[in-house]
Structure formats: C-alpha cells, structure tokens
C-alpha cells in the first residue's frame, strides 16, 4: 500500500468480499460461532506507556518528541534550516470512505528541551500528501498527481503561496504506489522516489513541455530551475543516500536493495538495453528472520483456528504469521553524529507488520555492497505494541534518528480478513493518532537547537565539515539557496586544504551551484588522496570534457586508478569525451575490470558512438575473445553496430572479423550473426552482396549449421532453441518448410515456441498461413504463443480473423483479453472486424461468474489435485514451489487474502488491477505488435514478458508506439477450465502452500 501492507486491496474488493458472505445461500455457509467474546480489541496506550513497550539495543534510548494531538498519521518529515520539522498527515490511508484532506504541519520546539510543543498547520487542502521538503523558507509537497511549492509569507504558519511545481502523477485505484522520499543530494537537487505508479509528467516551468512518462524511473529534481532529469529508480515507499549519495530503496518484501546506476549515462547511448537497476543486498531477502515481541493479534488466532477447522478457507499458517518481511518501508541510512561512529552509514528499516525497525550493517561486494543483519537475535528496536507503525525515518538536525509512528490498530488491509471477523474490528482505528520518536545514544545531551537560517556564508561553508549529515546537507542547501557568490574562494580553499573528505567533495559540489567550478578544480579533486572525492570529481569534470583535452586526459588516467570503485564511475564518465584515445582506453579497462558484467555496462554506457572501435581493439586481444565474458561482449558490441546501421562503423567491425584466423570461425559467424540481427534490410543486403564474397560466406555457413541443428531431434532442446532463433537471418523462403516441420505435434513445445518465437521476425503473409496449417496440432499452452505471434502484424491478424470465421479457431483460443486488444487496435479495419467477430465476447462486470462459483468456498477441496490445476493453467505466470515462472504476483503470502478474495481475484482479475500487473501494447517501428507485461523500464529500453514466459527488450529508438491495455495481464476466464470443485481444489493448493 502507499506504501505499507502487502499487496492491498481497495473497498471495492472489501465491500464486495463482504456481499459474497451476505448474499451466500445459508444452507450452503458453514455455521460460525458468536466470534465477538473471542475477539478482544488491542487496546491503543497513551504516548506515555507506548514508550515502556520498546526493546531497543544496549547503549540507546528512545524518546518521545511528539503525539496526538500535536500530529497524527506521520508519513514524512523534512526540518527547515531552524530545526522545524514539515510534517505530513494521511489520515485517508485505509479509510475509502474518508470525505476530508491529508494535512501538512509545523511543528516547533520553542524552548529548546527536544520536544516539539506547538503545531500549526502548513496546509489542509491536500488530498494525499505522501512527501515533503523544506526548502527556501517553505516546502515542497508531494500530493499526486501534483508536486506543489508552498509558502508562509506572512509569518501566520499557514501557506499563503501555493505554486503547481509538477504534475502528471498516478496513484493507482488503491492510492498506493505513490511518489515519496524526497532526499537532497550534495549535487545540488532533490532526489526523488517515483515507487511503481508512474505518470505522465510535466514541469510547469517548461513552456509547451511535454509531458515524459515516469514508469519505472526515479527523478533529480533542481528546486530553483524547477525542471528535472530522469535517473534510474525503485522500491515502493522509502529510498534514502549514504554519505557519498549511494541511493538504496525498498518494497513491502524487499527491505533493502541498491541501484547500480544513474539512468542519465545509459541514456547516452540509445542502443544499450540495460539489466534492472536495482539489486537486492539482504542476503535473505524477503525471508530474512525477523525477532518480533508483540504477540500475535486475536484476529489473526481466530482466522487461523477457523481455517484449521474448515469454517473459513486458508492455512493454518502453521504458526508463522509474522516473522519476516511483508511490510518493509522507509529505508534509512544512518548519517547522523550522535550515535556511535560504527553506526555510521547503518541502513534501518521499519516493519510495520511486525512492529520493529531492522538494522544492517553495509559492506562492500565488488562494485555493489551487501547489506547484512547488525543485530544478533533481536532488532535494533521492537515493541510489544501491535500499533506500532513505523512507516518512515529521518536523520534529524540533533544528529540522532527520528521515527515517524503512524499508530494504528490494524495496518493490514480488509479484504485479507473474513468479514466475520472484520464485523468486530474497526479498520479506521487509530486515525486520530500518531506519533514522533527519537533513538539517541544513553549519553546523548540535548544540543542547542539549529539557527542556521541566521547563519553567514563563511559559517554555512564550515559547516560542509560537519560530521553530522543533516548539517552538511542544509548547508549546501542553503548556499544553493543564497547563491551568494562570496562563498566561491572559502569553498575553493576548502577544496583543497580541508582535512575532510567528505567537505572536499561537498565544497566542489557547491562550487558547481555557483557556476564557480572551473577545470583546475577538477583537475585537483581527480588527485585527490580519497577516492570518494575522486569519484565525485570524475562526476564534475564531465562537462568540462567536450571543450577540454586535459579534463579528458585525466579520465584517461583515472581508468588505472587503483581503487575499483573509482574505474567504474570512469567507465561511464569517459562517455562524455570522444577524443581518438577514447576507446582504446575504454578497452583497456574491459580488458582489465570485463569479468564484472557492471563494468562492462559501464563502458558501454560510454559507447553512443565508437562501438566499433572498442570491437576492433577488444578482437585483437586472444584472451579476451576466447573468454566467456569476452564472447558476450563482443556479441554486444556487434548488435550495437548492427542497430547504429553507421557505415564506417560496419566497416570496421566487418575489417576486425574478417582477420581471426580460420580455427575461430565460429566466433565470428556469431558475431555477423549479432551484427545482421540488428542490421535493416538495406544493410544486409550490402553485407551479404557479391562485394563481401567471405562475409556471405560465414552467414551461409551459421544457417547451415543452424539448420542443421534445429531439424535435428536428437539435439538438446537449447541448443535447437539457439538454433532456431538464429534461423531468424534466412530468407523465409529457404526455412519456410523448416519451420513447418518445427511446428508439428512431435516436436516439444519448446521448439514449437521457439519456432514462433523466431517467426515473428519475418515480414511475409505466408507466416500467417504456416501457423494456422499447424494449429489443429498445437498444445493449448502452444497456442497461446501462436495467438501472440499471429496477432504481430496487420496481414497476420486478418488470417486469423479469417481462421475465427472458418471456425478453425475459436474466440476463446484467442482470449478475452487479447479480443479487447483488438477492439481497440489503432487499424480502423482490424477494429471493425474484431467488432463484428467477436460481438459476443467482451470484458465486463462478470458477479454472475464469481457468484455461480460461491460453492466452491464450501467444497472441501484436494491439495494434490490443486497442485495439478495449478501447474496445467497457472504456471505460464506464476510460480510456487518452484514450479512457473514468476511474472505475476508473488503468490506465497496469497493466503493471508482469504479464499473469497483469492477467487474473486481469479475469476474477475479486472475488478483491481494493479499497475504492475497492467498489460502493455508495444508497436515496433517496422509494424511488429509485442504485448505483455513491462517487467524492467529504463530510459533506453523497456522490457515486455508474455504469459509464456518468453519476453522482448525493445530498444525506445525501435519503438513507434508503447501504450496501456487498461486491462489486467491474468486473462478473465479461468472457469472454463475449472469446474467448482476444481476450483475449490486449486483454492486448496493456493491456501496450502508455505
């Protein structure tokens, strides 16, 4: 949810769930006890015992700073420069009937004890403030679909000044999934967290701009221009930056990953398609063992004793309700100074389901970190009190770690709880609450509160060597603010005299916000003794390189830096020079650092132009070409050129192939054979033309030989897989009957979909033909497969909109899903004829399906039949017990739901649909039709997965159109394949599994 329960569910589903019970023929429902004797409600504890229900680690306390009815439903904070803290209320979460707004405060500590003791409200007309940030005597504010700047100019504590910053945002029909986590960055910007929502975004300060779609990204935000940039992003609610701007995210079971790059450099080369961003560093992921101390709640005892005993559907749970991570949020690293210095840099997550924060401790591996458990069989804090919700975390001016405590009684969504039960709750409980903590050391003294608004610019720049993060960060800010060009020689002299590291490189930054950076700075900060300044100087020094020779020269050198870390960053900061030096360093470091698939990213990154070259150099290199990593590269390069279609580039690529010796024929028939899979049609013409008699040559023979293989049955399914996609370089008409035999009932799905899978690739209207001759023989799964391959291209589509008429095949092979795809196709003829065609199947309210299979809920159900079902008609998205493929939602915790949300979620996936869970459209620039779900976007490529498990990465250079189906990707229908008493059988599997 915004960001807190797993998978939640809106009022719709609730409200609906609850009808089902209500409309049930009562001869059919089993009979349920009175449960209300059994269902004590947890009692909420003033501020005052909540602070005596903590466990926390030796040598910290915690404190309370601020509660009801001074705040209530914290979600974020940001302190302004005088140590107010902008607080934002979301009294609408988990309240759909809810008629007012969210709230921002301020909130004061006026006598300096450590205790806020007034709050007066900033704004009261926001309708889901989800993120905040103070800046130049006001705040930024988060309230999708608007980013707001807002302002008290006449000293009353309520804005007066309200200016629409951006807009374009989504919040999904939960209201989750929502932009949050406003950071500042010692590059002078607001670093923001989209989390998965997405959007079609726009800055106001941009006259006529158009507006970008956010999907996928995260975003720096320059808060006096007011524009921003798209960089790579993740995670659901929280993402916070280490001392040196390492950015870590986190999502409901997800409690900790990085991300490994900035999307702005791999933006600069258009023909790389990136792996995803962000990498998991808890060891155990979702699964790492969590030590709660608050006692199972009553109502998750009484659902699990009538699900033991039949009277609900579910596990028992075998014990194991809470645990581990299912509702991990605002990740945290610790940059405070008040606390220990071996905390520093610690990354803390709240768990609101299991009322703690978790600790770990971040260690370096390879060019990423990994993030491990710091606490020994207990949390760094943990309560016995189920409402505590530590939704958010905040380093704070004090230099300690404040803790934002939502304080409800029940975070966990109502449609995962049998309305039987939820009659005795009250899931707006608690809305009136909440709570601000703080965690200091048990020596901590309270510290004068900060005045930094009062602050000179010398002041403000010695206070760049603050060991306290907060301090370092506000300072910065508020020299960006002033912009007060006095600032210029102290930063300088910082720069290079400051004992520091860390002000070194904020000083540089600063210098930068001034437009008073210059080449000589750089040059000084890449010589730096700290490679950490080092890497921020690589970063600086890239837009001095276009004019620069000697910047260049240095980002040359910094390749041989002895520090790992600095040669990755030069990896993708050498993309901003394009001297002839250029890539025969950047082969250098691959041949140095290309084991590291990170690094050879990097350099790619680099690479907008000039893969050839790199390739040429690279080849000459035996080792590297006969390494297995080498082999990859190579092929990446090759695709690259093929993409680039530049003809000095295919001419140096062809010249370095053309010379291995003949003993490495087959990498080099690998590498054309990269090179013509990306190349247009002009281009292997040209290639493949009497002019280049050995290039030919080599293609012929990798069609041979990959002919050879995939007609060969005896040959391992892979390798006739391999085989059958190279076949995609022949003309159609030299594999056409090939391809026929690769389609008949003998062969193994996997070649039948292999086949279909390469069969996209040729534009011919005999494709179409070929298919449906095969059809009758085609295996349900196989057909799905066939349905999307047909569906491609225009002609296709018209053979099988004549196959439907000729009632070779039916409307349900082609599926309710993709029939609504087709009513909506941008080709007028296709449209009117899905009309026509399919008059009687079409999307809609399906309560006559879910009722009719109400029965279902009371049928004892066989787990091992279910397990069957499961694997016959689920798998091709979803994966349990390690069986399918996991493109759908991740089913293990799907029994929490109850049976009557997980049926109606089968039999009416469109009823909610989640935005991850949307299926997509993708329109090729040569007409080729792709659908699916997006499962990786960045700003190069997106990456779409089928039902099948098979996926596409279309570079956004190859994309003519890209658009939402509206539509869930899990099809309506299921129930014609199940009967009620399989249906209960598969509800019985779905409620088994652990």
């Not at 209320?89 to 969210?102: I, S, T, V």
């Not at 040209?686 to 293989?709: D, H, P, R, S, V």
């Not at 939402?964 to 599997?989: C, H, R, V, W």
Request: aromatic share 8%; with cysteine.
């Amino acid at each position: 949810m915004l960001l807190f329960t797993r998978c939640f569910l809106t009022c719709v589903v609730a409200a609906y769930t609850a009808n089902l019970f209500a409309e049930e023929d009562p001869g059919k429902t089993p009979a349920t006890p009175d449960l209300q004797a059994e269902l004590p409600r947890i009692a909420a504890k003033s501020p005052q015992e909540a602070l005596t229900t903590f466990q926390l680690q030796p040598g910290f306390r915690i404190e309370l700073v601020a509660a009801e009815p001074l705040v209530r439903d914290p979600v974020s904070i940001s302190f302004d420069e005088n140590g107010r803290a902008f607080v934002t209320e979301l009294p609408r979460y988990n309240r759909y009937d809810f008629q007012g707004n969210g709230t921002v405060k301020i909130l004061e500590d006026t006598n300096g004890d450590g205790t806020f003791d007034t709050a007066k409200v900033f704004l009261d007309d926001v309708k889901y403030p989800t993120a905040v940030f103070a800046y130049d005597g006001g705040a930024f504010v988060a309230d999708p679909p608007l980013v707001l700047y807002c302002k008290d100019t006449d000293g009353d504590g309520r804005a007066d000044v309200r200016q629409t910053v951006m807009t374009g945002f989504n919040l999904d029909h939960a209201g989750e999934a929502g932009l949050n986590s406003f950071r500042w960055g010692m590059d002078n910007r607001i670093h923001l967290s989209l989390s998965l929502a997405g959007g079609q975004v726009v800055s106001t300060a941009v006259e006529n701009a158009e507006p970008v779609e956010v999907r996928g990204r995260g975003m720096v935000f320059d808060p006096r221009s007011k524009t921003f940039e798209l960089t790579t992003g993740d995670g659901q609610h929280g993402m916070t930056l280490d001392d040196w701007g390492r950015k870590f995210v986190c999502s409901n079971s997800n409690p900790m990953q990085t991300l490994m790059y900035d999307g702005r450099y791999i933006a600069r080369n258009p023909y790389l398609a990136p792996p995803p961003p962000a990498v998991t560093i808890a060891p155990d992921g979702k699964y790492t063992k969590l030590f709660r101390t608050s006692s199972i709640e009553p109502w998750r005892n009484v659902r699990t004793r009538l699900r033991s005993q039949g009277v609900v559907k579910g596990s028992d749970e075998g014990g194991k309700a809470g645990g581990f991570f299912t509702a991990a949020t605002g990740i945290t690293a610790y940059r405070g100074d008040a606390w220990p210095e071996d905390y520093r840099g610690n990354l803390l997550v709240g768990e609101v389901s299991n009322n703690l924060i978790y600790r770990a401790t971040v260690e370096p591996n390879g060019v990423g970190v990994v993030g491990r458990r710091a606490d020994a069989d207990a949390e760094f804090l943990s309560s016995t009190d189920n409402w505590f919700r530590p939704v958010q975390l905040a380093n704070a001016p004090d230099g300690s770690l404040y803790v934002l405590d939502m304080y409800r009684e029940l975070i966990e969504g109502a449609a995962f709880i049998p309305p039987m039960i939820l009659k005795h709750l009250d899931v707006n409980s608690g809305a009136d609450r909440g709570r601000i903590y703080r965690i200091v050391p048990d020596h901590f003294k309270q510290p004068p509160l900060p005045k930094l608004g009062q602050a000179t610019t010398a002041e403000l720049v010695s206070l760049l060597e603050s060991p306290n993060g907060w301090s370092r960060d506000t300072a910065s800010r508020l020299i960006y603010e002033r912009q007060d060009l006095s600032a210029k020689p102290l930063l300088r002299k910082l720069a290079t005299e400051s004992e520091s590291a860390l002000a070194r490189a904020y000083a540089l930054h600063s210098l930068n916000g001034l437009k008073g950076l210059t080449a000589e700075d750089v040059l000084q900060g890449l010589a730096d003794q700290d490679p950490h300044v080092r890497i921020e100087s690589l970063r600086l020094a890239e837009q001095f390189a276009a004019d620069s020779p000697q910047i260049c020269e240095a980002l040359y050198q910094t390749t041989s830096d002895t520090d790992r870390q600095v040669r990755y960053q030069a990896a993708f900061s050498m993309g901003a020079c394009n001297g002839p030096r250029r890539d025969a360093v950047l082969a250098a470091l691959i041949l140095k650092d290309g084991e590291d698939a990170w690094f050879r990213l990097a350099v790619q990154a680099s690479l907008g132009q000039g893969a050839a070259g790199v390739a040429a150099e690279l080849l000459r290199n035996q080792p590297f070409r006969e390494s297995r990593h080498g082999v990859a590269f190579l092929g990446k390069l090759a695709e690259q050129v093929g993409t680039q279609n530049r003809d000095s580039d295919v001419a140096t690529f062809l010249t370095s192939v053309q010379s291995l010796p003949a003993e490495e024929t087959q990498l080099a028939q690998s590498l054309i054979g990269g090179l013509l899979g990306k190349a247009n049609a002009k281009t292997k013409q040209q290639l493949t033309g009497t002019g280049n008699a050995k290039i030919a040559g080599l293609l012929e023979q990798l069609i041979q030989q990959a002919q050879k293989t995939a007609a060969d049955e005896q040959a391992a399914p892979a390798q006739r897989s391999e085989a059958i996609r190279t076949l995609g370089l022949s003309n159609f008409a030299d594999v056409a009957e090939l391809f026929s035999e690769l389609l008949q009932l003998r062969q193994p799905p996997a070649i039948q979909s292999a086949a279909l899978e390469t069969l996209v690739r040729f534009d011919d209207t005999t494709v179409a033909e070929l298919i449906l001759e095969a059809w009758p023989q085609l295996s349900p799964s196989v057909r799905a497969r066939a349905i999307e391959t047909l569906s491609a291209r225009p002609a296709w589509i018209t053979a099988l909109f004549d196959a439907v008429d000729d009632d070779l095949v039916r409307p349900a092979d082609v599926g309710a899903a993709r029939i609504q795809l087709l009513k909506t196709h941008k080709n007028m003829a296709i449209r009117q004829r899905a009309e026509q065609l399919f008059a009687a199947q079409a999307l809609g309210k399906r309560d006559d399906v879910v009722k009719a299979y109400q029965s279902a809920l009371s049928l004892p159900g066989d787990i091992e039949s279910g397990r069957q079902l499961f694997r016959k008609n689920c798998t091709s998205c979803h994966q349990l017990e390690k069986v399918g493929t996991a493109l759908g939602a991740d089913l293990k915790a799907i029994k929490d739901r109850g049976s009557a949300a997980i049926l109606l979620n089968i039999l009416d996936p469109n009823r909610e649909v989640k935005p991850q869970f949307v299926g997509y459209v993708l329109i090729t620039n040569d007409g080729r039709s792709i659908t699916g779900l997006i499962t990786n976007e960045t700003a190069n490529s997106v990456t779409l997965k089928r039902a099948d498990g098979t996926g596409d990465t279309v570079l956004r250079v190859d994309i003519d159109e890209l658009s939402s189906t509206g539509i869930s990707f899990m099809p309506e229908g299921l129930e014609k394949q199940l009967n009620p008493q399989q249906m209960a059988d598969l509800l019985a599997y779905l409620n088994a599994v652990e």
